[in-house]
């Protein structure tokens, strides 16, 4: 696991943890890491200096540790709470009645349509672009929601 200090196009610092480099770069690029405090997609890394230790001359006295800035906080008032507790079930409920598909969902979703595949509930990936060329013929699609606590 890599933990990174991120930042958003705002300027709001926070880190997460990541399985490996990789992860983060696809991740990133599919605009599934979000800034906590405003939602921004538009997230990069932060410079971070690593704490090396020096063999080769005597130990120098600790900096001073600098305070954190506080991060803010946003109180969720209950008609979100309960806003988002449908947008989890409703993830929920698709997860477990449809079949995954992943990056095959729009050609899956065309295969359905036309009657070349069986009629079943599906789900995966498209980018923007995709779900709108299968809307414009006619392919009924919808988005379904990832909650900033669902993404990390």
């Given amino acids: 696991m890599i933990r990174y200090s991120l930042v958003c196009d705002a300027g709001h610092g926070f880190e997460s943890w990541f399985p490996s480099s990789d992860s983060?770069?696809?991740?990133?690029?599919?605009?599934?890491?979000?800034c906590p405090v405003c939602d921004s997609a538009k997230v990069s890394k932060a410079l971070m200096v690593p704490s090396v230790a020096r063999t080769d001359r005597e130990r120098a006295p600790a900096p001073a540790p600098?305070?954190?800035?506080?991060?803010?906080?946003?109180?969720?008032?209950?008609?979100?709470?309960?806003?988002?507790?449908?947008?989890?079930?409703?993830?929920?409920?698709?997860?477990?009645?449809?079949?995954?598909?992943?990056?095959?969902?729009?050609?899956?979703?065309?295969?359905?349509?036309?009657?070349?595949?069986?009629?079943?509930s599906i789900y995966g990936e498209a980018s923007p672009a995709e779900a709108r060329a299968l809307i414009d013929e006619g392919i009924e699609v919808a988005a379904i929601p990832v909650l900033p606590d669902d993404r990390n």
Avoid: S, W
């Avoid at 983060?24 to 979000?34: C, E, F, K, M, P």
């Fill in 66 to 120: 600098v305070p954190k800035a506080e991060a803010p906080v946003t109180m969720v008032a209950e008609p979100e709470r309960q806003m988002r507790a449908m947008l989890r079930a409703l993830r929920e409920h698709v997860v477990a009645n449809a079949e995954h598909v992943g990056a095959r969902f729009p050609e899956e979703a065309r295969k359905i349509h036309y009657g070349e595949a069986e009629g079943r």
């Fill in 24 to 34: 983060y770069d696809t991740q990133v690029a599919r605009g599934l890491v979000t």
